[in-house]
């Protein structure tokens, strides 16, 4: 693999020269902006080896910088290696940023080449803007990929298919109203919808086009005379079409958006999200463009009742899923059977799959056993894998997607003989965990006003984790959505009731041991004073966190009593759907805790 890098740069590098590129910036991304897309737009990928969800690569004639955040430093470490790229730790404060490296090594009027598909408007006004300060040139045609990549994978063609009202709580129509109301806030008569999530939310539409995500590849034109949906016209069968015109959508190719948004009339006013649409609309829209967020996001965020019942449902059949799993990843390793990382990732599917509602992972498992567990996004394959033995910690970060929800929830494992360092920072990364899980907040309050909940606790120790608290969580749709998240950095949007978040506080000892505690917490009105409207967290996953790696020693009896009321509940709620193997396994498993309990 490491030559054949090499030689995809050596082949970039002569395209470079050929056309006048002094640096090339290749970014993870899609013309839609995704986290995770299609095999087609693995670009960043292709020139580096490197296939975490984020990260830039930054080619020039003698060197080569890949930036990545601090979920992938261990990840990208290993997969840059002998490859003659650099890592660059994306967020430390040693690491320059891409546009001062850039101005650090580029004279003015040199010239970074970029394809203004792979940028947003955001992004590429930012570069341009920093670019300009220091003489250098942007050019936003260039295309790394064309003529070197053979054998390139196509844009998916796969059927699309309705996701039934019954699950989405609410009509096609009715969302492309609420929409079009919203941008008429902005003096826009229409939007561009780019965000592939986005479009699947508001046509009540999913698809198979991204693995794990059930989204599919194209854009969306809404107006108050008439919508279009620009699709590859393989994707769609006579039943979708008659649905689509049924909610005034027509449907064009994908490939004529752009001749399209460049054709609308000059007094349209077409409301764009900059941050996810691609820049090179810009020019194509030109005086027409109204750049806001989308109102897609918020409507999309917050789950409607419908929706937090399903959510509800999906939690119970993904609670039962791992009691199996996690008694058949026991029963294993107690008869001496071989049990791999990979073969956990296997269990754990196996079993979700049974239900007739689930239609995928919604992520590839992370099962990381000891010293694997401390790469935050870390994915076993045949190569890299542990065998898993009697002893150590286990991570693992899964979820599924059903047709009425998404589920993600990580759970830290004994397999045996925990030691007091496992157990103290378990403990640690718990009471975080419960602090975010029980608090009580102001409506209006933020994310990032709450995330020193979680970390409390490590800070105190000098610990911290570098990856983010809480993402929002999509309804069988993408399981990193926003806008709402709980991080260190500012976010804007506030917790709202109706939000899905995750709660999942960690702590990683490189080489040793990883320990990630994660649930998905519905935002909800907790009670109205004199000062104001309250929120609160209601935790609506369903399965119990390892007993045997609390040291109660360090435990407030709130916070004793937080663990055993939560699961009295996963115990209450799971049991009738269990065997009675199953039940009495789920009873041990959530043995109360008390402050003389000494596992």
Known sequence: ????????????????????????????????????????????????????????????????????????????????????????????????????????????????????????????????????????????????????????????????????????????????????????????????????????????????????????????????????????ERKLTGDIKAYLAGNGVETKPYTEIEPFIAALPEGVRVLADPASTSSAFLNALGSRIVTAPSPVTILKGIKNPVQQKGIHEAMLRDGVALVKSIMEIQRRLSAGETLTETGVAEILTHFRSQSPMYFDDSFGTIAGYKGHGAIVHYEADKQSEYTLEPDGLLLIDSGAQYLDGTTDITRTISLGNPTDAERHDFTLVMKGHIALGSAIFPEGTRGDQLDAFARQFLWKEGKSYLHGTGHGVGHFLNVHEGPQSIRLNHVPTVLRPGMLTSNEPGLYVTGQYGIRCENLVLTTDAFETEFGRFLKFQTVTLFPFDIRLFDTAIMTDAEIEWVNNYHLRVRESLTPLLSADEAAWLAEATHPLTKQNKP
Do not use: C
């Open 1 to 232: 693999m490491t030559n054949s890098i090499t030689h995809r740069l050596g082949m970039l590098r002569q395209k470079m020269a050929e056309t006048g590129i002094d640096m090339a910036l290749i970014p993870h991304a899609d013309p839609h902006q995704s986290e995770y897309m299609a095999d087609h737009w693995h670009v960043r990928e292709f020139f580096s080896g490197f296939n975490g969800s984020a990260g830039t690569l930054l080619v020039a004639a003698d060197e080569a910088a890949l930036w990545t955040d601090s979920r992938y430093f261990l990840q990208a470490e290993s997969q840059l290696e002998g490859t003659g790229i650099r890592l660059m730790k994306d967020g430390l404060p040693s690491t320059p940023s891409i546009t001062g490296y850039i101005a650090g090594r580029l004279r003015a009027g040199q010239r970074v080449g970029i394809d203004g598909m792979l940028f947003s408007i955001n992004a590429e006004a930012a570069l341009k803007s920093e670019l300009r300060r220091h003489g250098i040139k942007l050019e936003t045609n260039f295309k790394p990929a064309d003529g070197i990549w053979d054998n390139r994978p196509g844009i998916p063609t796969e059927k699309i298919f309705i996701h039934h009202e019954k699950y989405a709580g609410e009509s096609a129509s009715e969302k492309i109203r609420k929409i079009l109301a919203e941008a008429g806030k902005e003096n826009a008569g229409a939007t561009l919808i780019s965000a592939l999530d986005a479009i699947a939310w508001t046509l009540n539409l999913r698809g198979n086009d991204v693995k794990f995500n059930p989204v599919f590849t194209a854009f969306l034109y809404l107006a108050d005379g008439g919508s279009t949906l620009f699709i590859d």
